[in-house]
């Protein structure tokens, strides 16, 4: 839009929410003077956001990405408050369940929006990826090593494939469970049955995907559920527990199977049986495949937060500034 230019503040080294980076993008928010404060969590940065945008008199915006209730003590409280504060112009969910959730819930003073994500440029990552005649017998797990991201449940998922002699699970990702996680699947005997691939390049990633037969995703919760949006526009079918934005990213029977959140051993044989019945397979793969080809549905947060602001009044009142 004319006149109007935006810019992301970085909260540099250390983990969001603690204080000192609070402290920061509090300071460089109320340095910037900015007239929209778009915050991308419902938790304490929300928290310092909001009081970033009443020293500074700005309009505030709230993306909530992930499940409201993830956060704990003062951050949650910080971050409904920065929701239901009368600076707040816009509420963005990035799931129906998350906008349903923070409806009935937390009460904000504006209707909650939910926009879905761009997949522009995946769907052109995508297209670069030459495909393979034949997929792997391979199980894929994409994700961060940490109890959130269910890793607890890969050697359950590693020993039922090792026992139906299926295929082999191959692990991106590294964190602080890595050594825990080696141990598990040394004491299931499934340690030889896995690819520990660590971090990966992107392009590596969406190749991994293309090339794998399924994608096995057993977090505990999820907000938007990125991996299950790549996994099904490379065409790979997902088994998934029925947690957050999983449910509502993956259509159980269509593209893939759902199971009921902590379920271990039935997460771990649906992923074994599904390894080795073709037909179930190729039923799910057509599924998935038939998303890249379909046209975006739902605006996405770009959509969702432009359309707020000429709704609100604030484009309008930047190009009568600039007029």
Known sequence: ???????????GQGRVGTMSALYRAYRTLVRERPDVIVCMQTGPLAAACWLAAIACNARLVIGATSDPEAGIGIGRVGGRAAVRSRRTIAVLACTPAVADHLTTQWSPRVTVH????DTSALRAELSAVEPLERRRAEALFVGRLTPVKGVDMLP?????LARGGVGRLAIVGDGPLRDELVSSLEREEALESVDLLGSLEHS???ARM???RVVVIPSRAEGVAKVAA????????VVAFDVGGLADTVTHGRDGLLVPAGA????AQTVADLMSDDEAWTALATGAAALREAPAGQPTFGDVLAERLQATGVLSERSA???
Do not use: K, M, N, Q
Request: aromatic content about 2%.
């Open 264 to 267: 271990r051993d039935t997460l």
């Open 210 to 212: 293309a090339h794998a």
């Open 1 to 11: 839009h004319p006149g109007i230019s935006a810019r992301t503040v970085g909260l």
């Open 204 to 206: 590596e990633v969406l």
């Open 156 to 160: 359950a998922i590693a020993a039922a």
């Open 321 to 323: 500034e600039d007029a």
């Open 114 to 117: 939910t926009y879905s994500p």
């Open 230 to 237: 790549e996994a099904l526009l490379s065409g790979t079918p």
